[in-house]
């Protein structure tokens, strides 16, 4: 699937491409694009992690016990809240009284969810989480993966951890481990598709309805500019509905991608499955 690139995504193609191919070409690795080999997917993924960074430090250099910000108090929300979905919340309910000790990853993967996906709201930028192809949300869903894995290995041991897929059943963890393996390697398919193609799909839904509500614009505006300003409403109010449809599955699928990895760190260390 051709993939549309930004003006970002160009310049620094123009600025950092010759670099780039030649450390792909020194690599032996052959570029899909060899006029833009820095795809979108990680020109955004960059910009992400640029202001995510950005906007720790200011938390950072603004924290205040007696007078809280507003930047503070949105990032305290985030991490627990009345609500009891914040980060140290749901790692604390699935996890238990250890959750603390796994907020800086979790938080980490879930906060650059919440922003790559928010990305895509602003006019020229795309969300790294929703393209063309769902490298981003593979890479996410490999990294918890190996996370919660070795975070297994670290609490029971290797031959430990190995026992926890065999079931409570001795005489059946012959059949019941390699059906538990398979479950969670199933897990990093089930992250990807999940994150991906939710925001895949609300992309799309919004260029589709923008599409259609342009051409009968156009159509009104040819025959009368009445009639071309009065269509012309819908295309201009229309896509606020979509904004605020993105922002709203965005903010559930970074929840779910803080749930699923609280869930299987919780299986991974647990004592007993």
């Known amino acids: 699937m051709e993939e549309h690139l930004s003006r970002l995504t160009v310049w620094v193609n123009h600025l950092l491409g010759p670099i780039a191919l030649g450390i792909l070409h020194a690599l032996h690795v052959q570029p899909v694009d060899s006029h833009y080999p820095i795809p979108e997917y990680l020109v955004m993924s960059v910009v992400v992690l640029i202001v995510g960074t950005v906007l720790a430090l200011l938390v950072r250099s603004r924290l205040s016990v007696e007078r809280p910000g507003g930047l503070q108090q949105a990032a305290e929300m985030l991490l627990t809240n009345p609500l009891g979905f914040g980060i140290r919340d749901l790692l604390e309910e699935n996890v238990g009284h250890e959750g603390h000790k796994f907020i800086a990853f979790t938080g980490s993967i879930s906060i650059f969810v919440l922003l790559s996906n928010l990305l895509g709201v602003i006019p020229a930028f795309s969300s790294p989480t929703g393209g063309s192809l769902p490298i981003v949300p593979l890479a996410c869903a490999l990294l918890t993966f190996l996370y919660f894995n070795w975070q297994g290995l670290r609490y029971h041991g290797p031959l430990g951890y190995l026992k ?24 990093i398919l089930s992250l990807t598709v999940r994150l991906w193609a939710n925001i895949f799909a609300s992309d799309l839904i919004y260029v589709i309805f923008l599409g259609l509500l342009i051409g009968p614009a156009q159509w009104g505006w040819s025959k009368s500019p009445v009639l071309g300003v009065i269509l012309g409403i819908f295309p201009a109010l229309i896509p606020l509905l979509f904004v605020g449809l993105h922002i709203f599955v965005s903010i559930i699928q970074a929840y779910v991608f803080t749930v699923l990895p609280s869930i299987y760190l919780g299986q991974a260390v647990a004592e007993e499955h």
């Open 164 to 187: 926890t897929f065999a079931g409570p059943v001795w005489w059946l963890s012959w059949l019941i481990a390699p059906v538990e393996m398979i479950s969670a390697m199933a897990r």
